[in-house]
């Protein structure tokens, strides 16, 4: 995964945490806009989430972001 990506994935699990707190989830798709602007990034956090991982539609942010950190 793209250091870009990661520090995405942090930053949004962060602010998502301390506004909703620690139960609140999330989808891959709340690391980008509403806006196909970078496909390629879009991508890989679709296979890294569904295809490595085989999340859930929703996980929790916490397990992202501690996921995120420890690779």
Not at 11 to 21: A, D, L
Not at 50 to 71: G, Q, S, Y
């Amino acid at each position: 995964m793209r250091e870009k990506l990661k520090k995405k994935i942090i930053e949004v699990c962060n602010t998502k945490i301390e506004k909703k707190g620690s139960n609140v989830g999330l989808s891959f798709y709340a690391f980008f806009e509403n806006k196909n602007n970078d496909p390629e990034l879009l991508f890989e956090a679709a296979q890294w989430w569904i295809m490595i991982h085989k999340l859930d539609h929703f996980e929790k942010a916490i397990k992202i972001k501690t996921m995120v950190e420890n690779m």
